[in-house]
């Protein structure tokens, strides 16, 4: 389904290049700017099953989305100086944020020395259970697993499930059916007791996980002292938030930047919802962010930045930069927000 579905945004993609029909959208639906979205930036791994390679573009990807915007003369803006752009209206020039989330030590590693070539100025949003080293990255333990096992047991509803995860294909059904029962389960600690479990049960030290791919609070302060890097918060554990109640939502916020802050000495006043749509981030969770004193928050709602969006500073759509599609031949109709805009269904707003 994952993959039909991947396959559908390509085709539609690539029909708007071909038609040429994404120059029509630009003047209406590019909007006065972009946050791009990335997680991790690395080269190429060579494993066949690779079920969260979406959450992740090569570095010579990177460069050629930079090349790109600079041949269009757009300017690539901290999340500050974006969010004074909007609140000043001053749209004279068209511009571009980039954010990755999670902290992964990639972006130190293969990202910023990318975004140095361009000297373009970064926000990396930490989850502070991950860079405490005891966070649950647990789509990537659940990679882990199936990947080794051949075949799964787990208690979905109670009910005792075999998946058999001896074939590629068969792997890739397994993740997708066990990733959507373990997003949905309800409590913070529902999916770290189910996760545990399966790392368990199938011999996968979940411990390490957290440590291997993301920076530490050491590693981190370097890395925010780099002039091009800003540091964001991305809540404590990585929670969807809109499934805890009030008290836990504004905590997971408000903590989160209180722990940046002590362990790194700098603001931290520009959040991004953990997962980001919108069964994760509402109405309610804008309204916490805006309460907790951030100046901008960031969803993973598709979407091209519009001077309206000043009136929802904590509802910011993004422009996923989504493994699955690292085509260069595809940015000009991410960049005109045909793309988004055919998503959104012609909708410049999103924020409710
Ligand atoms: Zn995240």
């Known amino acids: ?105 990639d972006n130190r590693d293969f990202a910023l020395p990318v975004m140095r070539e361009f000297d373009a100025p970064f926000t990396v949003y930490v989850a502070s259970d991950f860079a405490q080293g005891g966070g649950n990255l647990w789509w990537i333990a659940l990679e882990m697993v199936i990947a080794k096992a051949s075949r799964i047991e787990a208690s979905i509803d ?3 499930t075999r998946f058999d995860t001896s074939t590629l294909a068969a792997k ?42 993301c920076m530490s ?7 925010a002292g780099e002039p091009l890097v800003g540091i964001g918060a991305h809540s404590i554990t990585h929670c969807n938030l809109a499934q805890q109640p009030d008290e ?20 931290a006043l520009h959040f991004a919802y953990p997962y980001g749509d919108k069964g994760a981030a509402g109405r309610r969770e804008f ?5 907790a004193g ?12 519009f001077p309206e969006s000043a009136e929802y500073p904590t509802a910011l759509p993004r422009v996923s930069l989504n493994g699955n599609y690292q085509d260069e031949r595809l940015l000009p109709v991410l960049t005109s927000g045909a793309a988004t805009a055919v998503w959104n269904g012609f909708r410049r707003i999103d924020a409710a």
């Not at 951030?294 to 930045?305: Q, Y």
């Open 287 to 291: 309204a916490l962010a805006k309460a």
């Open 158 to 160: 109670g009910v005792a």
């Open 172 to 213: 890739h059904a397994a993740f997708e059916r066990l990733h959507d029962w373990l997003r949905a389960l309800p409590g913070r600690d529902d999916l770290a007791r189910e996760i545990k479990a399966l790392c368990g049960r199938y011999g996968i030290d979940q411990a390490a996980i957290c440590g291997e791919s």
């Open 1 to 105: 389904m994952k993959q039909l579905r991947s396959n559908v945004i390509r085709a539609g993609l690539e029909a708007l290049y071909f038609t040429g029909a994404h120059h029509l959208f630009r003047p209406i639906f590019a909007g006065v700017g972009s946050i791009f979205m990335l997680h991790q930036v690395r080269p190429q791994r060579d494993a066949p099953f690779q079920p969260n390679c979406h959450l992740e573009v090569t570095p010579q990807f990177l460069r050629a989305v930079l090349t790109h915007l600079r041949s269009r003369g757009i300017d690539i803006v901290t999340m500050d100086e974006m969010h004074r752009r909007l609140t000043e209206r001053d749209f004279a020039r068209r511009f571009a944020c980039f954010t990755f989330d999670d902290g992964y030590r």
């Open 248 to 267: 836990i939502a504004s905590q997971e916020m408000a903590t989160s930047r209180a722990r940046i802050e002590n362990a790194l000495q700098l603001p």
């Open 217 to 223: 609070w050491d590693e981190l302060k370097p890395f």
């Open 294 to 305: 951030f100046k901008t928050a960031v969803t993973t709602r598709p979407g091209m930045v």
